[in-house]
């Protein structure tokens, strides 16, 4: 019972590792797009845009 208990331990913080990291990666990716963006002015035209209709 103790060695099932530490496996499941043991994948239980890998699982919870990895999530973070997907997280931390979406974040990341989505901060670096919007200034990308911003430098490119494609946020100004999509509001633009959006604003005509």
Same mark, same amino acid.
């Given at each position: =019972?103790?060695? %099932?208990? $530490?496996? %499941? *331990?043991?994948? @239980?913080?890998? =699982?919870? #590792?990895?999530?973070?990291?997907?997280?931390? !990666? !979406?974040?990341? !990716? #989505? +901060? @670096?797009?919007? $200034?990308?963006?911003? +430098? +490119? !002015?494609?946020? &100004?035209?999509?509001? &633009? *845009? $959006?604003? &005509?209709?």
């Amino acid at each position: =019972m103790s060695a %099932f208990l $530490s496996c %499941f *331990a043991s994948y @239980l913080i890998k =699982m919870i #590792i990895l999530v973070a990291l997907g997280l931390c !990666g !979406g974040f990341i !990716g #989505i +901060k @670096l797009r919007q $200034s990308s963006d911003r +430098k +490119k !002015g494609v946020s &100004e035209q999509v509001t &633009e *845009a $959006s604003s &005509e209709e």
